[in-house]
Structures are given as C-alpha cells and as structure tokens.
C-alpha cells in the first residue's frame, strides 16, 4: 500500500477501503488503482480548464451513471434523496402527499390518488400534471421533483396543477401513509378467497397471512393469490411468502455469485400456515423478481396451479451498498435459482448486440427442469404459467402503446367526457376503441416495426449507393404495407387493448378498490382460476 501512495496516486481512502474488500479487488489492484488515477487526473483538469463553467456534481453524476449503464438496468447509484425513498418503500411507511406520483416524459404527474388520503381529500385526480410545489417551478427541476412532496406529516404544501389544458392550485397536507403489501383481500365466491399482493416490502408476509387466515375464517376453501404487476422487493419476504404454504426446511431458492459470501441457499425457517389448501396464482408480464421466486418456486414444488402470461424474466438479486455522504448503490451481486435449479432471467446484458441491447435468450435455448413431482419446467424466459391465457399476453403493440403512456392519457380524458356510475356492467364498446384508435393518429403513435428498421437502413444503405431511385416505388410499396400492417394490429389487439383501457378507466372512478371488485366478477385469469379450483380432479391432474 506505501508503495503507492508514495507515488501519489490520488485514490479517496474510503474508496481504497471498499475495494480491499472485495475478491475482485485483490486481483485487479492495479488496474483499478491505475483507472481511479486517470479519471482523477482527467476530472481535475475538465473542471479546471474547460471554456465554460462546469457543475462538477452533474458531470460526476454523469459519469456514474453512464458508467452503470454499462452493467445491466437494475445496478444503479442512488443520491441521498433517492437512498430516503427506497427505505420508504421497503419499509411500507409513508410520509406525503397520499398519491402514486410518476415523471412522463419531463412532466411530475399524478398516477393514482389514494383512495380517502390527502391527494384525494384535496381533489387531485389521475392525469394532473403537478408544475409547481410550493414556489419552486418544478417544469425545469433537475433532481427528483417527486422529493419536494414529502415532508413531516401535518405540514401543509401548495400545488400548482394542470388539467386539462387549465391550471389551478390547491393546498394538501401532508399525512403518514401505510403503504400496503396487501391492498385487497376478499372472498371471490362461497369458497374462494382473493389476496392481491402488490409488492415484497417488509410487511408483505404478514399481511398475506392475516388475509390468508380472515378468508378462511370466512368459508375460503382455495385461494387464489394475485402476484399481477408485482415488480417484486425483499427476498427474504419472498421465502416466507412460499413458507406459508410449504414446510418447514424447504429450499425455496438459492443465489450464485462469483463472490463467495454470496452464494446462498434459503429454506423456509417456520412452520407453514397450511399445507393443504388448493392454491392458484396470477402472474403476468409485469410480475418479477420476488414474485417470480414465490410463483416458480410454488410451481417447482407443486404447490400451486400458475396461471396468466410469462413472466418479466428477472433472475438477478441486487444489495444495496452504502457509499459516503450518505449516498449508496445498488448492485447485482448474484443470479438466484428456483428449486428445481432453474434461472429464470431472460435478458443478457453481457452479450449485447451489435446497438448495444441486452439480447433474450431463445426459446430453443431454453433448458428443461423437472418439478418435484416431476413435470418439466424452463429456464430463460420468466416463469411459464401451467396455463396461459392468451390476452393476458403482452405484444410489441402493446408495450409500444404503454410506453408512450396513451393508454394512461387516454384515460384521462375519458375520465373528464364520460360519466360512469355502474361499475358491475362497464366495458369498453366499439365505440370507445374507435375513439382510442383517433386518439393514437391525433397523437402521432407511430410504432416502428423492427422489419420497419431494417427496411430504412437498407434503404439509406441503397441511398449512398445511388441505388435508390430504381428501388423507389418498391420501397414505398414496402412502407405502405408496414403501415397498412401496423393499423391491422391495433385492430388484431383490440381485446387486449381493450382490457387495458378498462382496467385504468374504471380506477379512475372507483379507485383500485374497485378494479379488484370488478376483477372477481369479470376478470379472464380469475374466471379460469375459479374453474380449476372447482374441480379437485382437474387441480390435481395440473400438478400431477
């Protein structure tokens, strides 16, 4: 170590003290000792010397995370704000305003008062774009603006907002919130319990088990456990999730890493709270990380009948690492394995392709697993329902559509043109998917195919080769088509399309409450779920 400081290499001590913990770094000293100096050296002489004035926090900023990039979407660095609000998510514990809150595209808006809390006490509703808080004007804000709503509970704090073209102002006060793992649980039918589990923070377990053990008091015979646009959470919830229903001593999953204090295997460490009762549970492509643990890890032992779409594909565990001046990074520390042995990541961020995307493993790559009762399962791709349910399915066009928020915006506006009082018959009529399709042209929707990509690179390749104007009509032609072919899907996806409107239509005049109240009489995956679970012999047969 004398040796290099006596060369005055310029390493932050709490950097070097990291460092020397780590497996990797007794192996690379001097490659990252020699990388830190330049960087040092090169960062000095950027803030010391360049023609303007430069924000040394911004570019160090930056640097981080560009440098993350690199890695994979899910190891990032997070500042002291960012550190608060993963603790209050993990934690269940809130202190604001009572309403989700998400940035679009530059734009702070609200995407779901809570039901009773201040947001909605105050009258803010779905779709309002917040542009001022207090006085600061949050339209050119370059931290987290989401940061400026919270505050100890009883303050009060002034929003500027915008809907609908108009801007007004109203004052909430802040108020303490549980955020709950488990925001809905009742009885679908005389014997059928529903438990909607949301996220993996640390109370997720124990509320499963109150529901779980309120529906049985009440008659449930069989449950069926919501894990739909669950992102996931807590590992360690995970396991207890499954510990509920398998015994004691189970593996549940374990991790692997090239570090060694992380190659872990988790069992399930308490007395379950039953074993017997028939179980199916819901998964789509938005269901993650710990709920791909608790749904594959039920599937693998036989537990459980999985039904929906193929899950996101996150088979990578992430810890959080605390760095100086109160910030931290979260980092992919393992891969974690169900108990058949499976890894169920679907992405490769490793072997990127030739633009630099992550590529997805392919389905003749997939390996077979064998469930204790032996049934074959995947890897590489999410977890695969026992049973799928085709419009449960996302497509290109669908994802393309959510990602542009136009189904959110849409909704917005409906909300404002259209009143809706019976909750019990509402639907999505032709009508409505007509007014959703002019929606799409009137906001330029425009999803390029990737034969549409590959089409105009050709074409631009053809350009340089003075090959264009012979192949000019053809490729028009071409083009036509690609549209033609574009408009035919949105029609083609008009069920599922139509799902998704609904389902944010109706949050936004009953709330969440109430989308799980028309699930149990209307949903696709619950209606397949209640007719396995009525029949013993046909449960059985699934899992056996």
Known sequence: MKRFLNKKIIIPISL???????????????????????????????????????NPGDLMDTAIKSMLDELDPYTRFYNEQDVQSSRINNAGDYTGIGAKVRTMKDRLVIVEPYKNYAADKAGLKAGDEIIKIDNV??????????????????????????RQGKVNTTEVTRESLEIDAVPHYSMINEDTGYIVLRKFNKKASSQTIKALNSLKNVGAKNIVLDLRANPGGLLNEAVNIVNIFVPKDQLVVTTKSKVKKYNK?????????????????????????????????????????????????????????????????KITISRYYTPSGRCI???????????????????????????????????????????????????????AIEAENLIFDFATDYFYNNKVSDL?????????????????????????????????????????????????????????????????????????????????????????????????????????????????????????
């Open 265 to 329: 295997t988790y069992y399930t460490q308490k007395n379950p709270v039953d074993l017997d009762i028939p179980i199916v549970v819901l998964i789509d492509g938005k269901s993650a990380s710990a709920s791909e643990i608790v749904s594959g890890a039920l599937q693998d032992l036989d537990r459980a009948v999985v039904i929906g779409a193929r899950s996101f594909g996150k088979g990578l565990v992430q810890r959080p690492k605390p760095l100086t001046y109160g910030t931290q990074m």
């Open 345 to 399: 990541q679907a992405l490769d961020y490793w072997n990127r392709d030739k633009k630099g995307n992550a590529t997805r493993t392919k389905k003749q790559d997939y390996k077979a697993f064998k469930t204790k009762k032996g049934r074959s399962v995947f890897d590489g791709g999410g977890v695969q329902p026992d049973i799928e349910i085709e419009v449960a399915k996302q497509t290109p066009i669908t994802k």
């Open 137 to 162: 004007d949050i339209t050119d804000f370059k931290d987290d603006a989401g940061n400026l709503l919270q505050g100890a509970a009883g303050t009060k704090v002034t929003l500027t907002y915008k």
């Open 16 to 54: 070097v003290v990291v460092f020397l913990s780590t497996a990797a770094f007794n192996s690379n000293f001097f490659e990252i000792a020699k990388q830190i100096e330049i960087f040092t050296t090169m960062f000095k002489e950027l803030n010391m010397n360049y023609v303007d004035d430069t």
């Open 424 to 544: 019990k018959n509402f639907n999505i009529t032709d009508s409505d998917f007509q007014s959703f399709t002019d929606f799409l042209k009137n906001n330029n929707f425009n999803f390029e195919t990737k034969t549409e990509k590959a089409l105009n690179k050709a074409f631009e390749i053809a350009e340089n080769e003075d090959l264009d104007s012979s192949i000019s009509d053809e490729y028009k032609a071409l083009i036509k088509a690609l549209k033609d072919y574009k408009t035919s899907s949105i029609n083609k996806d008009k069920k599922r399309l139509s799902l998704l409107l609904r389902d944010e239509i109706i949050k936004r005049y009953f709330y969440a409450e109430g989308l799980y109240d028309y699930y149990k009489a209307n949903n696709t995956e619950i209606r397949e779920a209640l007719d396995i679970l009525s029949d013993p012999l046909k449960y059985n047969k699934i899992l056996n």
